[in-house]
């Protein structure tokens, strides 16, 4: 019997000790980590000077979740769940406040990092992603506020990492965590639900299982929309489990300053007047004066009981049509790439002041982005949901006439536009290397042989 040798034991993972490039990049990562709980102490979401407007009313709305608001129907429902849980667990403590809104805010660009590891072959370049985004004055204002792009913009950043999961590892369990948290996503924001479309198709179309992951899609869906939508018809008889998009569409179409709602059910009535803060911002300041041709107030008059009848009536005696119809346009696309990023526009704080300025960056980005992907478009092909989601972002957010935009609007766009910008950056350095390898070795002269003997 010959004796056998004993196997050569495992070998061990060694500690890479990261590069200069990388230990620069934690610090930063560090740095934008303490601003980031340095800001929601200084400027506290339960401030009374945070409290007003939008933030004021997310606040008030998850303190009653069982007041039948007309408001609090129109609005997606997720984030109010949210912000009750955390009244539930903080009692409105400023202390426990802080803390949570630190979390959630150091939370959201680690998330997109580890969207980025998995887009990314460069780790390099996926914590260039996380520095920047940890730093963004814009990503790090918004936490002072009980506003619903604090839940999105993480929410999204996991949705897009288990995206490229399921992708990877094509399981009916990967594809439904994925569904799971789109759907999370898209009722934080409307947004979410075409980025989540588009993104789930991509995954769809090549999974080995695409019986499976579309039924158990469908039960999701239904044992998560359908109470909400039974709400929503019993209050405002609307079939709308995302919330009631009518009052965006008809104020956004008609091209006034202010939108007045009369609404009444069942004897009961409320009137609320809204105007988007964009309206009166100057987008080209300090360069120009330039503002919105909005004029006039419009008055909407809903009797709950006639259901989407009166929307739609009020929708087609107001929507402008013609020149004036490409005029809303043109200034959609305007305030999201330059207005300011409201509520956390506030100039005298540090971070407000900065995320003013920053706003002139993203349409040079933009540009950018667009030229650079097109001429490398085999190259993004091979890499396309950031391309996919982005382009997606920009026709429904950009384009579309679904709310009037303002610069708050563009942060979802910004990380999109970081990510593709490292997406692009790794592209390059994959084609060098594939270049470098593909060059063949000379061969040595006289001289060298003579030299190596």
């Given at each position: 019997?010959?004796?056998?040798?004993?196997?050569?034991?495992?070998?061990?993972?060694?500690?890479?000790?990261?590069?200069?490039?990388?230990?620069?990049?934690y610090?930063?990562?560090?740095?934008?980590c303490?601003?980031?709980?340095?800001?929601?102490?200084?400027h506290?979401?339960?401030?009374?000077?945070?409290?007003?407007?939008?933030?004021?009313?997310?606040?008030?709305?998850?303190?009653?979740?069982?007041?039948?608001?007309?408001?609090a129907?129109?609005?997606?429902?997720?984030?109010?769940?949210?912000?009750?849980?955390?009244?539930?667990?903080?009692?409105?403590?400023?202390?426990l406040?802080?803390?949570?809104?630190?979390?959630?805010?150091?939370?959201?660009?680690?998330?997109?990092?580890?969207?980025?590891?998995?887009?990314?072959?460069?780790?390099?370049?996926?914590?260039?992603?996380?520095?920047?985004?940890?730093?963004?004055?814009?990503?790090?204002g918004?936490?002072?506020?009980?506003?619903?792009?604090?839940?999105?913009?993480?929410?999204?950043?996991?949705?897009?990492?288990?995206?490229?999961?399921?992708?990877?590892?094509p399981?009916?369990?990967?594809?439904?965590?994925?569904?799971?948290?789109?759907?999370?996503?898209?009722?934080?924001?409307?947004?979410?639900?075409?980025?989540?479309?588009?993104?789930?198709?991509?995954?769809?179309i090549?999974?080995?299982?695409?019986?499976?992951?579309?039924?158990?899609?469908?039960?999701?869906?239904v044992?998560?929309?359908?109470?909400?939508?039974?709400?929503?018809?019993?209050?405002?008889?609307?079939?709308?489990?995302?919330?009631?998009?009518?009052?965006?569409?008809?104020?956004?179409?008609?091209?006034?300053?202010?939108?007045?709602?009369?609404?009444?059910?069942?004897?009961?009535?409320?009137?609320?007047?809204?105007?988007s803060?964009s309206i009166?911002?100057?987008?080209?300041?300090?360069?120009?004066?330039?503002?919105?041709?909005r004029?006039?107030?419009?008055?909407?008059?809903?009797?709950?009981?006639?259901?989407?009848?009166?929307?739609?009536?009020?929708?087609?005696?107001?929507?402008k049509?013609?020149?004036?119809r490409?005029?809303?346009?043109?200034?959609?696309?305007?305030?999201?790439?330059?207005g300011?990023?409201?509520?956390?526009?506030?100039?005298?704080?540090?971070?407000?002041?900065?995320?003013?300025?920053?706003?002139?960056?993203?349409?040079?980005?933009?540009?950018g982005?667009?030229?650079?992907?097109?001429?490398?478009?085999?190259s993004?092909?091979?890499?396309?949901?950031?391309?996919l989601?982005?382009?997606?972002?920009?026709?429904?957010?950009?384009?579309?006439?679904?709310?009037?935009?303002e610069?708050?609007?563009r942060?979802?766009?910004?990380?999109?536009?970081?990510?593709?910008?490292?997406?692009?950056?790794?592209?390059?350095?994959?084609?060098?290397?594939?270049?470098?390898?593909?060059?063949?070795?000379?061969?040595?002269?006289?001289?060298?042989?003579?030299?190596?003997?």
């Open positions: 019997m010959i004796p056998q040798a004993d196997p050569l034991p495992a070998p061990q993972p060694r500690f890479v000790a990261p590069s200069p490039l990388q230990v620069v990049l610090v930063l990562i560090l740095l934008g303490v601003l980031r709980v340095y800001n929601v102490i200084e506290n979401p339960v401030d009374p000077a945070h409290l007003f407007s939008d933030p004021q009313r997310h606040w008030d709305h998850a303190k009653e979740p069982m007041t039948p608001s007309p408001m129907i129109f609005d997606q429902p997720v984030f109010q769940i949210w912000l009750s849980v955390v009244q539930k667990f903080t009692l409105g403590i400023p202390a406040i802080a803390a949570y809104a630190a979390a959630l805010s150091l939370l959201t660009p680690w998330c997109w990092y580890r969207f980025l590891r998995e887009t990314l072959s460069s780790k390099t370049l996926a914590l260039a992603g996380w520095a920047a985004l940890a730093l963004l004055p814009t990503w790090i918004i936490y002072s506020y009980f506003m619903t792009e604090t839940l999105f913009l993480p929410a999204l950043g996991l949705s897009l990492w288990l995206t490229l999961r399921a992708k990877r590892r399981t009916l369990t990967t594809f439904m965590t994925m569904v799971i948290v789109w759907t999370f996503c898209g009722l934080t924001r409307g947004i979410g639900l075409p980025l989540a479309a588009i993104a789930g198709l991509w995954v769809w090549g999974h080995p299982r695409k019986i499976a992951t579309i039924g158990y899609s469908l039960i999701f869906a044992v998560v929309l359908t109470p909400l939508a039974v709400r929503n018809y019993t209050f405002i008889k609307l079939w709308a489990p995302h919330g009631n998009g009518w009052l965006n569409k008809i104020y956004v179409e008609s091209g006034a300053r202010v939108i007045q709602l009369h609404l009444s059910h069942n004897g009961a009535g409320w009137i609320y007047g809204f105007g803060p009166d911002s100057l987008p080209f300041t300090p360069f120009s004066n330039w503002t919105s041709k004029s006039g107030t419009i008055d909407v008059f809903i009797d709950f009981s006639n259901g989407a009848a009166d929307w739609k009536a009020a929708h087609e005696k107001s929507a049509h013609g020149a004036e490409w005029q809303l346009h043109v200034e959609n696309i305007v305030f999201l790439l330059f300011d990023s409201w509520p956390d526009n506030n100039a005298e704080y540090f971070i407000g002041a900065m995320a003013n300025l920053s706003r002139w960056l993203w349409a040079p980005i933009l540009l982005v667009i030229i650079f992907s097109t001429w490398q478009i085999k993004v092909c091979s890499r396309p949901l950031v391309a989601v982005l382009g997606t972002t920009l026709f429904f957010q950009g384009w579309m006439l679904l709310v009037p935009n610069g708050r609007y942060k979802p766009l910004e990380g999109l536009l970081i990510a593709q910008v490292l997406v692009l950056a790794d592209l390059s350095l994959a084609r060098r290397k594939t270049k470098l390898a593909a060059q063949p070795t000379p061969f040595p002269t006289d001289t060298e042989i003579g030299l190596l003997s």
